[in-house]
């Protein structure tokens, strides 16, 4: 089993930045591809972004391309998502996930071990 811990959500005002961080529990994370989803009030899980077990293979929403950026620390057994130019309709809560793959994925049900979320709130 798989703990993810998120952290480094909060309130910004639109153009701002966060970095999230998402750190994991087992050594064995480095075999695991890991994702960012996102849900805000009223709506499912969208897909944010995804990165493969050795960092070399990225997806991005198109909402997000261009102003997020994800990345893993393997030694820290950590992924991160940094968010700049940040817009209203960024807020959400912000859901780390791993898949036992060591490919990413884009859709919610293709991973298997989720964390509690952190909010992240984008003020006009």
């Known amino acids: 089993q798989v703990q993810l811990v998120e952290s480094g959500g909060g309130l910004v005002q639109a153009g701002g930045s966060l970095r999230l961080s998402c750190a994991a529990s087992?050594?064995?994370?480095?075999?695991?591809?890991m994702g960012w989803f996102r849900q805000a009030p009223g709506k499912e899980h969208e897909f944010v972004a995804a990165i493969s077990w050795s960092g070399g293979t990225t997806y991005y929403a198109d909402s997000v391309k261009g102003r997020f950026t994800i990345s893993r620390d393997g030694a820290k057994n950590t992924v991160y998502l940094q968010m700049n130019s940040l817009k209203p309709e960024d807020t959400a809560v912000y859901y780390c996930?791993?898949?036992?793959?060591?490919?990413?994925?884009?859709?919610?049900?293709?991973?298997?071990?989720w964390g509690q979320g952190t909010q992240v709130t984008v003020s006009s």
């Open positions: 996930a791993a898949r036992t793959n060591v490919l990413p994925a884009r859709t919610p049900v293709e991973y298997e071990h």
């Open positions: 087992r050594r064995t994370f480095n075999s695991y591809a």
